[in-house]
T-cell receptor, first 111, second 117 residues
């Protein structure tokens, strides 16, 4: 079993839809959870950062961590064509250690 | 803003050539990382460094070496390039600051797309 599993998609939604992106993981020691967004031919950029369990909201984006289920989610409300990108989940056990990445989900938001 | 720059966006090399990929960050970050990204395989860690002249192997170090002579610069070296090293190479850096929780997040450069013929 891979340490971090992420559905690669592609996922195609109409503009304005609510998008749900998910990752599951096997290592219960993970404590730091991140979502990165990567536009085509660019490097990943940090979108959301969560420590341990709970929810975090930033504008149209909400990150959720359920450590009991080893499951993290990113929700995008009122999705826009500019949200079209690959979304990567990443996690680590200890701060400042290398991240373990999911393979990324490719999202297309159609106007 | 944190800036991580990589020496080339696109690079084409021949099999057997020695290849240098350079990464520079301007935020005085202690930690630097090299990843490669391939379709269907995601991001895989090659090497990382927590300090000048220090290096640690990642998940796939074979065929690569690194050099960190200055804090701001981290170089990835392909000693003898092979076709299976054709990939997107991404450099990242992060701070060891114990302050804000976001302070240790990794910031990525734009990537170097390397093709080995």
């Amino acid at each position: 079993q891979k340490e971090v599993e992420q559905d690669p998609g592609p996922l195609s939604v109409p503009e304005g839809a609510i998008v749900s992106l998910n990752c599951t993981y096997s290592n219960s020691a993970f404590q730091y959870f991140m979502w990165y967004r990567q536009y085509s031919r660019k490097g990943p950029e940090l979108l959301m950062y969560t420590y341990s369990s709970g929810n975090k909201e930033d504008g149209r984006f909400t990150a959720q961590v359920d450590k009991s289920s080893k499951y993290i989610s990113l929700f995008i409300r009122d999705s826009q064509p500019s949200d079209s990108a690959t979304y990567l989940c990443a996690m680590s056990v200890v701060r400042n250690t290398p991240l373990v990445f999911g393979k990324g989900t490719r999202l297309s938001v159609i106007a | 803003d944190v800036k991580v720059t990589q020496s080339s966006r696109y690079l084409v090399k021949r099999t057997g050539e020695k290849v240098f990929l350079e990464c520079v960050q301007d935020m005085d970050h202690e930690n630097m990382f090299w990843y490669r990204q391939d379709p269907g395989l995601g991001l895989r860690l090659i090497y990382f460094s927590y300090d000048v002249k220090m290096k640690e192997k990642g998940d796939i170090p074979e065929g690569y070496s690194v050099s960190r002579e200055k804090k701001e610069r981290f170089s990835l070296i392909l000693e003898s390039a092979s076709t299976n090293q054709t990939s997107m190479y991404l450099c990242a850096s992060s701070s060891t600051s114990s302050g804000r929780t976001w302070s240790d997040t990794q910031y990525f450069g734009p990537g170097t797309r390397l093709t080995v013929l």
